[in-house]
């Protein structure tokens, strides 16, 4: 969501910045800009509506030699996707622009307050209100030293709502100030030159070293030095970390779309996530993050997720795992319903967030209302440095690398594996047997092999993508630990070929959504291995004997002779612990098949962001 990239150096800013949106795109947008501080000590704004490349070719015409400037793609939340209510946002008096990710939410209060003194907003944004205040307060300011950073700190004061941003003065050439409030905002450090942006990827291996800034928090930039300080005016010390950026890692390396690339990086994702985390004696797991001792872990009576979307599904595969290795209840919540629901809890309830991105306000927020009410809160992500990994108090990284496609892929398939070791590092600490965690290990281990084996279906899918490329609706039915599978594979159909699709408990379909089953409602079957096969192949047959198309995902051996559905896709017999993952696989490659016959953009979908930052 909204990505925010700056630049105080040497060189031009507008390639630099082009660069850096670029980078930013996966976060998803729907109109971008840039401003840049020009020699003569004016302000530049161009913004367009749309694709980047129509920045790029109205910037054509625009000769910008600035070496300070500020860019952004938006993703709208307050006004329409137009051109006045993109970013930069200019103050009324043009001496401030401002690009801006969050929500200002006492907006209207501030707008009123500073149409009485004559700063009155153009745009619909709560983004131009916020860059007018900050006109206002520096305005106010009296000439002397760190008057732009005061004048945008005072301004701070006032604001009710979530922020990051980054400001340019017309009286401030060579500086730029950030800060940040709920929403991401890092700064990148080089060669004398800064960058400013949402997240590593606006800038990548072009800067030395990055500062994760904390909420509450304002870094001044100079030209050959920068300072953080909090809205209260206390210096902090500025935590330097170097940036690990590998480019090969963001780009597509000969596959059309990031999203193919992302499906069949799996066994590698899986192998880097396990790395090093398998116990000495081969029955269990460790992590080096979590910051509870064994014996605080034996101490845990109850287990709260907290997830949203792709994330939450990895969750409810996670509670089945966990309840059956160690025997700890789990609950899966909503992170956005969780905050607001005051759901009672005990003492010893554990509380995991789990994010892709590590930046999802919604789950971000539940953690922080855990916190606040005494619970230990662990975070399982991906994003390195992110506010869901600094503001918990342990946790394990997924190492799945960047993802840029905007629907999730080797993301879930990581969470799933690590939750999954989780589960038996929990239940070793309890009973589950020394034989039995062996077993556990051995699969994991097998893992990275057998998604590859798996990803030999790619063809097989993408022939059945053709079959089904003009379906308006599916089902998907899984039972167990394979029932968020199903949701899963819905919740992907939906995101990038945008056909309707629903996820069931496969028994659970008699029960409402049997009436949906005719001829062109084809559903998905996870049909693996297990106690469960010989119902839910029962299930199968209700479906096919109302006339529906039935394609089952099944493990090799297990479906012999007549096919029970209409096609078969086989993936590799397995342990059930890791069967969720595998049958994860197929699912993903039919989404992604879909929405390229259907000419959707697969990596970047209609009103979708990667890193949901506002509520
Ligand atoms: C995944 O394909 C989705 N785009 C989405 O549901 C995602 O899982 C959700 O927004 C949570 O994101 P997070 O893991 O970064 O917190």
Known sequence: ????????????????????????????????????????????????VGPLDALVEKLSGWNLAGTVGIGHTRWATHG?????????????????LLVHNGVVENFASIAIFLAERGYRSRSETDSEVLANLIAYHCAKEPPQQGRFLDGVRRALLHVRGTYGIAVLGKDFPGEMVGARSSSPLVLGVGDREFFLASDVAGFGSRARDAV?????????????????????????????????????????????HFMLKEIFEQPQALENAMRGRFSADGSSAHFGGLRMSPRELRQVDRIVFCACGSARYACLAAEYAIER???????????????YRNAPMDRNTLVIAVSQSGETIDTLSALREAKRKGYRVLAVTNGVGSSIAREADGGIYQHAGPEIGVAGTKSF???????????????????????????????????????????????????????????????????????????????????????????????EMKHGPIALISKDCPAFFLACDGPMLGKIQANVQEVRARGADTVAIACAGTCEGEPFANRVLTIPRSHPAIQPILATIPLQLFAYHMGVFRDCNVDRPRNLAKSVTVE
């Open 325 to 339: 290795f160690a025997r700890i209840p789990v609950e899966v919540e909503y992170a956005s319903e969780f905050r």
């Open 413 to 507: 398939t990581t969470q799933l594996c690590i939750l999954t070791m989780l589960a038996l590092y929990l239940g070793r600490l309890r009973d589950l047997s020394f034989e039995e965690g062996a077993e556990i290990v051995q699969a994991l281990k097998d893992l990275p092999r057998l998604a590859e084996e798996t990803l030999r279906l790619d063809e097989a899918i993408r022939a059945l993508a053709v079959h089904y490329a003009s379906c308006q609706s599916m089902l998907f039915l899984g039972r167990q630990s394979l029932f968020p599978i199903a949701l899963e594979g819905a919740l992907k159909l939906k995101e990038v070929s945008y056909v309707h699709a629903e996820g069931y408990a496969a028994a």
């Open 212 to 256: 994760f800034l904390n909420d509450g928090e304002l870094v001044h930039i100079r030209e050959n030095n920068f300072s953080i300080c909090t809205l209260g005016r206390e210096l902090v010390e500025a935590a330097l970390e170097a940036v690990e950026w590998q480019e090969a890692l963001v780009e597509k390396n000969g596959y059309p």
């Open 80 to 96: 329409a996707v137009t051109e006045e209510n993109a970013h930069p946002q200019l103050s009324a008096d043009g001496s401030i």
């Open 1 to 48: 969501m909204c990505g925010i990239i700056g630049y105080l150096g040497r060189k031009r800013a507008k390639e630099i910045l082009l660069e850096g949106l670029r980078r930013l795109e996966y976060r998803g947008y729907d109109s971008a800009g840039v401003g840049t501080v020009e020699g003569d000590g004016s302000l530049a704004v161009v913004r367009c």
